[in-house]
């Protein structure tokens, strides 16, 4: 879990027990100034968005440090996913856009761009993959969710503004469930959407 007022993630085993914590203030390796955003890979590894400090760090299942996406234009990365294939998808919540490395963290492709029509977005925050891995993104600022295929395409959106069944007020979180339902975090509504 990220803990950004305290700058460190902690890990927690399936029954809710404590396991570890690491990260520290700052803006070297390891430290954090907002840390948002987390996915882990097949093998354990974790990769932690920080937001204010605009990077994307890589740690080990023990969270000792490895590396970074060395990806130098990310303004506000919060939400970060991965497929099965390995590759990471990172909101770019102030540029905008959803950015995808390859598992080595190298740079694919930029999906989406700013706007309010289909495929385009307004401060993406949360972002989440399916079984057949198209790419869910709250869409916050729009009010929206968007989906997008494995290779960027706008699949579609739903939702609006408002405070109704279906509608949301800058929705941030969303997760897929192994059902295959979207739960969405409403923020401002102060509650969780389930949707499918």
Same mark, same amino acid.
């Given at each position: 879990?990220?803990?950004?007022?305290?700058?460190?993630?902690?890990?927690?085993?399936?029954?809710?027990? !404590?396991?570890?914590?690491?990260?520290?203030?700052?803006?070297?390796?390891?430290?954090?100034?907002?840390?948002?955003?987390?996915?882990?890979?097949?093998?354990?590894? +974790?990769?932690?968005?920080?937001?204010?400090?605009?990077?994307?760090?890589?740690?080990?299942?023990?969270?000792?440090?490895?590396? @970074? /996406?060395?990806?130098?234009?990310?303004?506000?990365? @919060?939400?970060?996913? +991965?497929?099965?294939?390995?590759?990471?998808?990172?909101?770019?919540?102030?540029?905008? @856009?959803?950015?995808?490395?390859?598992?080595?963290?190298?740079?694919?492709?930029?999906?989406?761009?700013?706007?309010?029509?289909?495929?385009? /977005?307004?401060?993406?925050?949360?972002?989440? +993959?399916?079984?057949?891995?198209?790419?869910?993104?709250?869409?916050?600022?729009? !009010?929206?969710?968007?989906?997008?295929?494995?290779?960027?395409?706008?699949?579609?959106?739903?939702?609006?503004?408002?405070?109704?069944?279906?509608?949301?007020?800058?929705? /941030?979180?969303?997760?897929?469930?192994?059902?295959?339902?979207? /739960?969405?975090?409403?923020?401002?509504? !102060?509650?969780?959407?389930?949707?499918?």
């Amino acid at each position: 879990i990220t803990d950004a007022g305290n700058y460190r993630v902690q890990k927690f085993d399936s029954d809710g027990n !404590h396991v570890s914590s690491f990260g520290t203030q700052g803006t070297g390796n390891g430290q954090f100034s907002s840390p948002f955003g987390i996915a882990v890979d097949e093998i354990g590894n +974790m990769y932690v968005s920080d937001a204010n400090n605009n990077t994307v760090q890589k740690f080990s299942t023990n969270g000792s440090y490895i590396g @970074r /996406l060395y990806y130098t234009d990310f303004n506000t990365p @919060r939400g970060v996913a +991965m497929d099965a294939a390995g590759n990471i998808y990172v909101a770019d919540e102030t540029n905008d @856009r959803i950015q995808k490395f390859n598992s080595a963290g190298i740079y694919i492709a930029t999906i989406g761009s700013v706007g309010s029509g289909n495929g385009q /977005l307004n401060g993406p925050n949360g972002i989440a +993959m399916d079984a057949a891995g198209n790419i869910y993104v709250t869409d916050t600022l729009n !009010h929206r969710i968007q989906s997008f295929n494995s290779t960027g395409v706008f699949v579609n959106s739903f939702g609006s503004s408002g405070s109704g069944d279906g509608q949301f007020t800058n929705p /941030l979180g969303i997760a897929i469930a192994a059902d295959g339902k979207i /739960l969405v975090v409403d923020t401002l509504n !102060h509650r969780v959407q389930i949707v499918g």
